[in-house]
């Protein structure tokens, strides 16, 4: 490879644009080489914005003749991993996007695909970079966070009015790397056992197949999550938002702020309350002095979802560019996608308790 990726889009939808453009303010990192897309309508889109790069209507033309390093999966998540692993098969290095998979079959193959490649995969797990989740981990390093017990996190976005048909019958748990992602960058490895789902079904009468999914999920070392997904209620969102109990304290995470209230953190907080540090800009005041304060991030935090998609194509085009190893792998991105699909065999199982099984413990 030269000095800078040639890079491949595949897909010209929404997601897919955004990346593009986002690739594009990384010059010295990315060429953006090729783009694909089946539609007619959303190629000529990727066409008026991208004039540079060539176009395809078929991902497979793509990868054999867009002459690219590296792509990047912006299509349905049904197909996510034949195109990952037809990168993989070709020794192109794949940002693969979340969920990783779609099915427990798909977790297997791709697990094995992604070892016999001599090219790399890196899950393209954005929430990974978001402020909130950086900020969880300064608090790790710095030992204040402590050791944690439960968490409660939810995902919380009211998606009645969309009109993509399978959202009409998707299992909500099933999105769920969103919410585990950043659980998972902070519990050492630690990894989910066993899980139990339900649902509310379709209890208000709106036409999708569920309101709302809520499951409890365990570790091997007992932390116990309760996990909440609501696609078809009202709310304002889409809201992240994630509860964490340790030995020390208490930390609330959204993506816009954090409030905390840490033994570590008391002496900075009035009569020893709740401690509200805003991770994004947008007229925020900020407590001034503090040590888990970092200005660099509170900055970059203004851009798209948070400024995590650029710090995530960072960390990629570093890892292919100077060899190292995929900053999130095979074995994360599984760890926080397979959950999901066991707590839907549960949900369908009225609530049964489901052990969960990943490719390496088999
Ligand atoms: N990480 C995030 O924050 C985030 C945010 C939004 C979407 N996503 C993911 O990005 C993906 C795309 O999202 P979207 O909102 O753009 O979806 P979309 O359904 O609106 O667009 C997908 C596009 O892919 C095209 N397509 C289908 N099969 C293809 C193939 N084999 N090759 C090339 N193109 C193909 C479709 O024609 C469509 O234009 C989804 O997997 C979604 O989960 C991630």
Not at 227 to 244: N, V
Request: charged share 25%; hydrophobic share 40%; glycine share 8%.
């Amino acid at each position: 490879m030269s000095d800078k990726i040639k890079l491949g889009v595949l897909g010209c939808g929404p997601r897919a644009l955004q990346m593009a453009a986002i690739t594009k303010l990384m010059p010295e990192r990315f060429v953006l080489t090729a783009m694909s897309d089946p539609d007619e309508k959303a190629l000529e889109k990727g066409k008026a914005k991208f004039s540079e790069a060539t176009f395809f209507r078929s991902s497979d033309d793509l990868l054999d003749k867009g002459g690219v390093d590296a792509v990047i999966t912006e299509i349905p998540p049904s197909v996510h991993t034949e195109y990952v692993v037809k990168a993989l098969e070709r020794n192109i290095h794949v940002l693969g996007e979340i969920p990783a998979v779609d099915s427990i079959e798909e977790g297997d193959l791709l697990w094995k695909k992604v070892q016999e490649s001599k090219a790399m995969y890196m899950c393209a797990s954005n929430p990974n970079y978001r402020a909130k989740t950086l900020f969880g981990k300064k608090l790790k390093e710095m030992g204040l966070l402590g050791k944690i017990a439960y968490i409660d996190t939810e995902y919380m976005h009211d998606m009645r009015k969309f009109t993509d048909q399978w959202r009409k019958t998707y299992e909500s748990c099933r999105y769920c790397t969103h919410s585990l992602g950043p659980i998972l960058a902070l519990t050492d490895g630690e990894e989910f056992t066993s899980v139990s789902c339900m649902s509310t079904y379709d209890r208000i009468g709106c036409g999708r197949s569920h309101n709302a999914m809520a499951a409890i999920l365990h570790t091997q070392n007992n932390i116990v999550v309760r996990f909440l997904t609501a696609f078809a209620l009202p709310y304002k969102g889409p809201a992240h938002t994630t509860r964490i109990i340790t030995d020390k304290g208490i930390v609330e995470l959204r993506n816009e702020s954090a409030r905390l209230w840490l033994e570590g953190l008391n002496d900075f907080s009035a009569e020893n309350g709740f401690l509200e540090i805003p991770l994004t800009p947008g007229g925020a005041t900020r407590p001034s002095g503090l040590k888990i304060i970092d200005e660099e991030l509170f900055r970059y935090a203004s851009w798209g979802h948070n400024g995590s998609d650029i710090y995530m194509m960072e960390d990629f085009a570093d890892a292919l560019l100077n060899g190292k190893p995929a900053p999130i792998g095979i074995r994360e991105g599984l760890a926080m996608t397979l959950p999901g699909i066991f707590a839907a065999q549960s949900a369908r199982e009225g609530g049964a308790l489901k052990k969960i099984v990943y490719p390496w413990s088999k």
